[in-house]
């Protein structure tokens, strides 16, 4: 393989949806998926006349969290709204308020993620979205608080950037601060000869490990044709995989960026701060370092485990129930997964449902012999996408006797009369199959080792 000796330098400007109840200058709703324009009001529509409300408190301490999190440096004083003008369909009032810009003191600045510095993290509010298609706006996004980090630009190769990217997300599900199911969306900046691009709002791993490899082979590609690179804005095109000029990049006086008259100083005092720190969830790291110095976990298993909130603390909570953690580990990294890959749902999924207190109810009915290991995994298969607890199946769900099984033995005999001759004559492999017959008509409520032992006497 040729060795990439190209200078490359790579930076990224993550935008989530921070995880509010309300707008960020408003009190409308942030579920921005219910009906078109069902969350609209006159401040986020930008009709004439409407001037916001005091920024949401919410979106504030959340902002606080990250910078947190991250190790950045907060500002205290002078954090003053800016207005971000631009002509566009999606932008009501002709601006956008956001902390940064030109003149602006961002919320927090010099911060680090795995090795990597963030040279700003600030809060924005989103644009309405367009369809440029039927013309219709849609405003229920108008006003719903962002969050973006910007990084220096330190990544060299799009490998990084998605390593990196993949943590940052798995930081951001720990801190709760983010709507998960919103996803990102990332601009990303790449140079290498010339001046630097700017790739605008890819919003998938795989779109933006596409476009920088795309991206640096058609940079050094030109510079050996001799072409300088200006400072463009590039579209990513995903159905060709190339990237598509959009315009010359506006300089940050484009946007005209003014303090809002309307909004006052954001003041954010240390004991705001103090508080929210107080509040601070435990992060991947920790976590880890927790199932395996104190539950000792082993580290493949733990692995798994923290790469998923929901996952983990399903797991915490199973162990809470008095799962032994051995036990409680497979029911929860195979069963579970299992059972959730099957139905091509996970944790996270809103329409799934499933109690660590009924999964334990299952474990410790299958550990006390109540029921076969089997009929509980059976009956997990039914915990997608809700569970329930076992006293309500306790009919279904009870181990049937040796009488039953032994009478259920003679039918399987009786139906499969050559199954029986094929094991007189050697054929071990056929006891399998009749055991199943065995598991099968008794719904699996009949003890597998029983079975087995009923079945060699009849037959052996
Ligand atoms: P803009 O307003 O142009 O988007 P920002 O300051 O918001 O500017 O973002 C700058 C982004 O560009 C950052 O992610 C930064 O890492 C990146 N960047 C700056 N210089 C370079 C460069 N030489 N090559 C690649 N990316 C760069
Ligand atoms: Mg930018
Ligand atoms: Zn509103």
């Known amino acids: ?53 005091a920024p949401n408190l919410s979106a504030v301490k959340k902002m606080i ?8 440096k907060i500002s205290y004083d002078k954090v003053i709204w800016q207005r971000k003008h631009y002509n566009w369909a999606d932008n009501p009032k002709g601006y956008q308020t956001t902390i940064s810009g030109a003149h602006a003191v961002v919320n927090a600045s010099s911060g680090k993620f795995k090795g990597i510095n963030l040279t700003e993290i600030h809060l924005e509010e989103d644009p309405a979205q367009w369809n440029p298609e039927t013309g219709r706006i849609n405003y229920n996004r108008s006003g719903l608080p962002l969050i973006e980090i910007v990084t220096e630009p330190e990544f060299h190769n799009s490998e990084d950037v998605v390593t990196w990217l993949k943590d940052l997300l798995l930081s951001l599900s720990y801190i709760k601060a983010v709507r998960k199911n919103a996803g990102i969306k990332v601009d990303v900046n790449v140079s290498t000869y010339g001046e630097r691009v700017e790739m605008k709002n890819l919003n998938s791993l795989e779109k933006i490990k596409k476009a920088i490899n795309y991206e640096i082979l058609r940079q050094v590609e030109n510079h050996k044709k001799g072409i300088v690179q200006t400072r463009d804005t590039l579209a990513f095109d995903e159905k060709q995989g190339i990237t598509i000029k959009m315009r010359s990049k506006e300089g940050a006086s484009d946007y005209r960026f003014i303090p809002d008259p309307d909004l006052p100083q954001l003041k954010i005092t240390k004991k705001l701060v103090s508080e929210v720190k107080g509040t601070l969830p435990e992060m991947p790291e920790t976590k880890l370092a927790r199932l395996l110095d104190e539950h000792h976990v082993d580290e493949k298993n733990a692995k798994v485990l923290t790469r998923n909130l929901e996952l983990v603390e399903f797991f915490e909570e199973l162990i809470n129930e008095g799962i032994d953690i051995k036990k409680g580990l497979s029911w929860v990294t195979i069963e579970l997964l299992r059972v959730l890959n099957y139905n091509k749902k996970t944790l996270e999924d809103a329409d799934v449902e499933i109690l660590p207190t009924h999964l334990a109810e299952l474990i410790k009915a299958a550990n006390d012999s ?6 509980a995994k059976q009956i997990m298969n039914d915990f997608v996408p809700k569970s329930f607890s076992l006293a309500d199946h306790a009919d279904e769900v009870s181990n049937i006797s040796e009488e039953a099984i032994e009478n259920l033995c003679h039918q399987v005999i009786d139906e499969n009369a050559h199954v029986v001759s094929d094991y007189k004559g050697g054929k071990t492999a056929s006891l399998n199959f009749l055991i199943g017959q065995v598991m099968r008509l008794s719904n699996r409520r009949a003890d597998f080792k029983s079975a087995t032992e009923v079945m060699k006497r009849l037959i052996g």
Not at 15 to 42: M, R, V, W
Not at 370 to 375: A, S
């Open 370 to 375: 109540k029921i076969t290991v089997l009929k």
């Open 1 to 53: 393989m040729e060795e990439t000796t190209y200078p490359v330098k790579i930076g990224l400007e993550v935008h989530g949806y921070l995880d509010t109840k309300e707008k960020l200058f408003c009190k409308c709703s942030t579920d921005s998926d219910d009906a078109q324009n069902s969350h609209i009001c006159p401040i986020c529509t930008g009709t004439p006349g409407s001037k916001p409300m």
């Open 65 to 72: 969290q990250l910078a947190l999190v991250f190790d950045s």
